[in-house]
Each structure stands twice: as structure tokens, then as C-alpha cells.
């Protein structure tokens, strides 16, 4: 596992209780230049309410690929590899656990 996927997922709900999105931005933070205002905005993106209804975790590496214009595979393998997009979806079908989309989501990152 990257070093960076490793972060993310430790940071996930740690002592500092980053959510899951947060989690993302904050370990891929310095290799993409994230501000602080973005992570402190994230702190609303969590269990589904970022305003696409997306999981957290996929929503801030869609955020972050845009600058490499990668947008578009992010969400399409994060779908192969969860079932869904979807926050909601995710916990009512039970496809991934949190933590797990936190991986794969930026195990995604760490590919591009």
C-alpha cells in the first residue's frame, strides 16, 4: 500500500477525527496543493452530503483529479470497485465499508 493511501486511511476517523473526505484531501495535500479552506470545507462533504450525494472519500479525489483532468476515471474505477458512487447507496446495499472507500479512493489517486 502507497504511503499516501496509508495516510489517508490512518487519518480517517484518528484521534482528530477527520471524516473521510477530509481524509483524502489531507494526505494527498501537499502533491496537489490543497488549501486549507477546501479541507476545512470538506469537514461537510461526509457521510453523503456532499452536494452530488457521492461518498466523501470519492468526491475529494474527484476534486483533486480535476487538475489533471482525470476526473471522469476516478469516478469510473472507484464504480468498478465499490458498486457505486453514492454515499447512501454504499451503506444501504453495504457494498464497502467507510475505511475501504477512503482506500480505494485514494488508491486511485496515488495511480494516476
Not at 26 to 44: M, P, Q, R, S
Amino acid at each position: 500500500m502507497n504511503d499516501l493511501v496509508k495516510k489517508a486511511v490512518q487519518l480517517f476517523n484518528g484521534k482528530e477525527k477527520y471524516n473521510c473526505a477530509q481524509a483524502v484531501l489531507i494526505a494527498f495535500k501537499d502533491l496537489y496543493e490543497v488549501d486549507e479552506k477546501i479541507i476545512v470545507e470538506a469537514g461537510t462533504w461526509g457521510h453523503g452530503r456532499a452536494d452530488s450525494g457521492f461518498c466523501g472519500a470519492i468526491e475529494a479525489a474527484i476534486y483533486l483529479s480535476q487538475k489533471k483532468m482525470k476526473a471522469e476515471t476516478v469516478k469510473v474505477e472507484f464504480f468498478k470497485k465499490v458498486g457505486s458512487c453514492y454515499c447512501k447507496e454504499i451503506k444501504k446495499k453495504k457494498l464497502q465499508s467507510c475505511k475501504t472507500c477512503v482506500e480505494i479512493a485514494a488508491q486511485i489517486l496515488a495511480d494516476l
